[in-house]
Antibody
Framework: EVQLVESGGGLIQPGGSLRLSCAASGFTVSNNYMIWVRQAPGKGLEWVSLIYAGGEVDYADSVKGRFTISRDNSKNTVYLEMNSLRVEDTAVYYC??????????WGQGTLVTVSS | DIQMTQSPSSLSASVGDRVTITCRASQNIFNYLNWYQQKPGKAPQVLIYLASSLHSGVPSRFSGNGSGTDFTLTISSLQPDDFATYYCQQSYFTPPLTFGGGTKVEI
């Protein structure tokens, strides 16, 4: 059974840093496209970052230069390192697996609140 | 980047109603269009992929149509479990993966 479990969210002050983790089971992250999607309170879905099976990465313009996606193949885990956090980064962050261009599997989400 | 525009942003309906949601892409995306359902406090779940293919386990009252720039999601007979927010997402010009703004279906 495919499972994605996010962790690492919390309350952080503007300008701070946080690292989110996404532990995967039931499949191998290094063979798949993995993404982070976020949802601000009461708002829609926003793609944040993507890591390809080959290890290439990509980011939304809103987080480029501040966020870094990576993975640890030995732990079958994907990470999102978030620096220089802003109030507008407040959101539930979902980790997800793409299968044939479909966001097929989603984690339960982890809430990041950026506030002073 | 491709822009995805959904309409309406919300609608009120009753059990048994036929409901149609529209999604428009700013460029031709052929049939690379997915639909998701999201319930409060939960992650989205795929309903329809490639514009009209029903994902495994999704009730047949859901259907998708369209190609190019204009797409629709139809619920033929609204059920209590269908009150949720629906999002379209294009998968042709990616990244970035882009979503529509969402349509909240409520009573």
């Amino acid at each position: 059974e495919v499972q994605l479990v996010e962790s690492g969210g919390g309350l952080i002050q503007p300008g701070g840093s946080l690292r989110l983790s996404c532990a995967a089971s039931g499949f191998t992250v290094s063979n798949n496209y993995m993404i982070w999607v976020r949802q601000a309170p009461g708002k829609g879905l926003e793609w944040v970052s993507l890591i390809y099976a080959g290890g290439e990465v990509d980011y939304a313009d809103s987080v480029k230069g501040r966020f870094t996606i990576s993975r640890d193949n030995s732990k079958n885990t994907v990470y999102l390192e978030m620096n220089s956090l802003r109030v507008e980064d407040t959101a539930v962050y979902y980790c997800a697996r793409i299968v044939t261009a479909i966001i097929m599997y989603w984690g339960q989400g982890t809430l990041v609140t950026v506030s002073s | 980047d491709i822009q995805m525009t959904q309409s309406p942003s919300s609608l009120s309906a009753s059990v048994g109603d036929r409901v149609t949601i529209t999604c428009r892409a700013s460029q031709n995306i052929f049939n690379y269009l997915n639909w998701y359902q999201q319930k409060p406090g939960k992650a989205p779940q795929v309903l329809i992929y490639l514009a009209s293919s029903l994902h495994s386990g999704v009730p047949s009252r859901f259907s998708g149509n369209g190609s190019g720039t204009d797409f629709t999601l139809t619920i033929s007979s609204l059920q209590p479990d269908d009150f949720a927010t629906y999002y379209c997402q294009q998968s042709y010009f990616t990244p970035p993966l882009t979503f529509g703004g969402g349509t909240k279906v409520e009573i």
